[in-house]
């Protein structure tokens, strides 16, 4: 495999690129007919009328008429056929107790899961709001209730009880499934307790979920408060129910949604992308097929939290319809020891390790040593997501994970999307790999790179990326909130007037002059922190709760493990004055209302925040003197001396 950079890869020249581009041309100029054929590889209750309805843009709708349940394909499918047997899950908790599950062990649990939830009274669009660690249960909890066709919202049990209430309140939750708590970095977090917090919250802003079901991690002891006639435990309940049981799939209409998740926008409150039954079970299966190319033997760690869009793609959805065996693993990867991540690659076998930048990075930072220490021959795949990968770490992690025998799978693609979009696909040719490239789109992914007016750019200059046509993993909306779904991805770069809808996923990126695509990051006010995305407002929201803070501005500047971390420049009210410990304190604050990655790297304090005359805050001048770049058009700028004063707080703090 060539890894050079600079050589002319162009179409015409290197077979694999060519091979790609056949099948990307048979993808686009005739969608429909090759989606029909592709989504029959899956098992429906009945097939569409219609696999492409565009007649109300920007909603469309695949697989119209169709009716299934994805729990059949990832679960069900597989009970008659050897793979019954196989690993589905090798569990491993951060303190080294371990759970495997085969398919057949997993198919029962999600049955039994599902029995339980329909006794509780779940019924079909239910929203169940799942807050739980990364435990068997967790996925288990998702596929029941897909199974009984209730749409989970799986908050990240990392996050804030205010994070979870308003998630909670969002998608006016019935259910909330829990747990009594985890291990992380060798402390028991008691997650209960966040969760009863979060419930309380809820019930202020008015949605009361009915019940709280609670799973046990084991080996824990905690205090656990449970409420009377609204907290169970789901030992108690499972318990009675026979390990034969059966819950039949519930008959799902494709365009259905299978579930939220909540993401970061560029407001403070966040965006419940919804997913569908049909489109998403279609493109998860073919992104994986075509970025992974999954072989029997297979053993796939996807080292991402399941609170996140690729746990559920790459931990449940799509390697449980492929019958690949997975690892998932509880605790911090570099717990005891910076080589657990290793020490866990050996142990199972791992053949596709996919992680993120920030991870690789910290890992090569800890040395070489620790990963030389292990025989991670097994691997074959080494996947990146979440941020553009640096060129240099992927030559590390080429090498020295690698071996230099493996190739780098740098998948682009977002919450939105379902799965991998722009990516190498060994599955239908590996192309030449160039390192910080997630090089060419999938099929049935019409992605190009734009200038501001919506033209395509030349090669080498940057743009904007977008997606110029419905692909089938394409979120259906947003939970409660149609407007902002238009608003937010189709108005930028669209002319309805002309039938024309653009996807715009707000990132930058570059085309070379072979067509392989460069992501470069965040076009919006969007911060992305160790992969996690963080809207700039939501931060500037949470400083603001602290009763020092007059007014707050945070931009993202670059960290050199993180890839980004948040800067807050703040407006003390009067009678405060600046200090360390009011540094820390709301540094403390945004650790409880949002979440531990959300806190900034510094705080900042000001007399007067840079604005323009009408009064918008100019956070690109703050990230310029964080950042040491040109000021550039300060024509706007209401008061000079604000930019000065940053600078001086900045050079103090630095
Ligand atoms: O900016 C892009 C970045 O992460 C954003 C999506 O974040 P999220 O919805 O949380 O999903 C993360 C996991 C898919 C994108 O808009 N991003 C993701 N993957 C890459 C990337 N940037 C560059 N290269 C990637 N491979």
Redesign the pocket.
Known sequence: MATEQGLPFGEKYHPAIKKLMELRRESLENIEEFWDKRARALIWFKYWDKVLDDSNPPFFRWFVGGVTNITVNALDRWIETPVKNKVAYYWEGEPGDTRVLSYFELWREVNRFAKVLKDLGIKPDDRVVIYMPMIPELPIAMLAAARIGAIHSVVFSGFSPKALADRIVDAKAKLLITADGYYRRGKVINLKKNADEGVRLAEEQGVKVEKVLVVKRGGLDLDVNMVEGRDYWYDELVKNVPYNTYVPPEPRKSDDVLFILY??GTTGKPKGIMHSVGGYMVWTYWSFKWTWDPRPDDVMWTA?DIG???GHTYIVYAPLMHGMTNVMYEGAPDYPQPDRVWEIVEKYRVTILYTS?TAIRLFRKYGDEWVKKHDLSSLRLLG??????NPDVWKWYYEVVGGGKTPIV????????GA?M??PVPGIALVPLKPGS?TFPLPGVDADVVNDKGEPTKPGEKGYLVIKRPWPGMLIGLWGDPQRYIRTYWQRFSKPDEGVWIYY???YAVKDEDGYIW????ADE?L?VA???LGTTEIEDAILAHPAVAEAAVVGIPDPIKGEVPLAVVVLREGYKPSKELEEEIKQTVRKILSPIAVPKRVLFVNKLPKTRSGKIMRRLIKAVATGAPLGDVSTLEDEASVEEIKRAWEEFK
């Open positions: 993401s970061s991402a996140w869009i690729t930048p990146s997501v979440g941020e553009p990968i740098d998948t682009w693609w977002q919450t939105e999307t991998a722009i990516a997630a996923p707000a990132d992501m470069l990051g965040r969007v992305n992969g996690h995305r």
